[in-house]
């Protein structure tokens, strides 16, 4: 029974209200070419918020590419994209501002220290009490000293657990990790992986592309296979071709 306080919204004969969905990452039979070469082949896939997709495949597989095309670096040369039910067009403002992402350029200005570079993204996204978001950011993926050293001096480990601090400052919906553990150590991949859980169950959207094997199956919800631009295998959907 509704409780008083709601009973008086409730009108006899009123369809109930419609549950809410998961937001869904909508790529509708996206093709990319780059000349004569056919790097993806009539695409078409779904991805849900507060899932960890894991992407697989041999250089060359199209992975690299479907990576840079969820950012917005490459446009389908046919077919479209769409996240939360809206068209992602190629300047859609909107769904950028939604992207976390780490890839192999850290995306850091290496004269500034690591916290400057923190900040000045903070602020970029219009962010809060941002100092401390980066402290607290820091502090779970074991950010040292060095944060307030320029970044040319860092180490590839150091300027991998930073870019991964960039990336997650904004409360990203779709969080793009391509090779994210590169140069950590035992406790840079515990406290990854705390952290992609952490962002999984907030929400979040993680499609994660990852040459370490147990790594990805430890934290994969849902595993792809790519060959020649085509899913060869999907877990979720039992497809093996």
Same mark, same amino acid.
């Given at each position: 029974?509704?409780?008083?306080?709601?009973?008086?919204?409730?009108?006899?004969?009123?369809p109930?209200?419609?549950?809410?969905?998961?937001?869904?990452?909508?790529?509708?039979?996206?093709?990319?070419?780059?000349?004569?070469?056919?790097?993806?082949?009539?695409?078409?896939?779904?991805?849900?918020?507060?899932?960890?997709?894991?992407?697989?495949?041999?250089?060359?597989?199209?992975?690299?590419?479907?990576?840079?095309?969820?950012?917005?670096?490459?446009?389908p040369?046919?077919?479209?994209?769409?996240?939360?039910?809206?068209?992602?067009?190629?300047?859609?403002?909107?769904?950028?501002?939604?992207?976390?992402?780490?890839?192999?350029?850290?995306?850091?200005?290496?004269? #500034?220290?690591g916290?400057?570079? +923190?900040?000045?993204?903070? /602020? @970029?996204? %219009?962010l *809060?009490?941002?100092?401390?978001?980066? &402290?607290?950011?820091?502090?779970r993926?074991?950010?040292?000293?060095?944060?307030?050293?320029?970044?040319?001096?860092?180490?590839?480990?150091?300027?991998?657990?930073?870019?991964?601090?960039r990336?997650?400052?904004?409360?990203?919906?779709?969080?793009?990790?391509?090779?994210?553990?590169?140069?950590?150590?035992?406790?840079? #991949?515990?406290?990854l992986?705390? +952290?992609?859980?952490?962002? /999984? @169950?907030? %929400?979040? *959207?993680?499609?994660?592309?990852?040459? &370490?094997?147990?790594?990805?199956?430890?934290?994969?919800?849902?595993?792809?296979?790519?060959?020649?631009?085509?899913?060869v295998?999907?877990?979720?959907?039992?497809?093996?071709?």
């Amino acid at each position: 029974m509704p409780s008083p306080a709601t009973a008086s919204l409730i009108v006899d004969g009123d369809p109930p209200p419609k549950p809410v969905l998961p937001k869904r990452l909508c790529l509708q039979e996206v093709s990319r070419r780059f000349g004569a070469t056919l790097a993806l082949h009539r695409f078409s896939l779904e991805l849900e918020a507060g899932s960890v997709t894991v992407l697989r495949g041999h250089n060359g597989s199209g992975k690299s590419t479907l990576l840079n095309l969820v950012c917005q670096i490459l446009r389908p040369s046919s077919g479209h994209l769409s996240f939360a039910g809206r068209l992602v067009s190629p300047r859609a403002g909107w769904y950028r501002a939604t992207l976390g992402v780490v890839s192999h350029h850290t995306m850091l200005y290496h004269d #500034l220290s690591g916290r400057e570079n +923190l900040l000045w993204t903070a /602020r @970029a996204y %219009g962010l *809060l009490d941002c100092a401390h978001k980066v &402290d607290a950011l820091c502090a779970r993926l074991h950010v040292g000293r060095y944060l307030d050293r320029p970044v040319r001096t860092y180490s590839r480990g150091q300027l991998q657990r930073v870019a991964l601090v960039r990336a997650l400052l904004h409360d990203p919906e779709v969080l793009v990790l391509d090779e994210p553990a590169t140069g950590l150590d035992d406790q840079g #991949l515990e406290a990854l992986a705390a +952290l992609v859980r952490a962002e /999984r @169950a907030r %929400g979040a *959207l993680v499609l994660l592309v990852t040459h &370490d094997g147990a790594f990805g199956s430890a934290l994969a919800d849902r595993t792809i296979q790519l060959d020649r631009g085509r899913i060869v295998t999907d877990s979720a959907a039992g497809l093996c071709q």
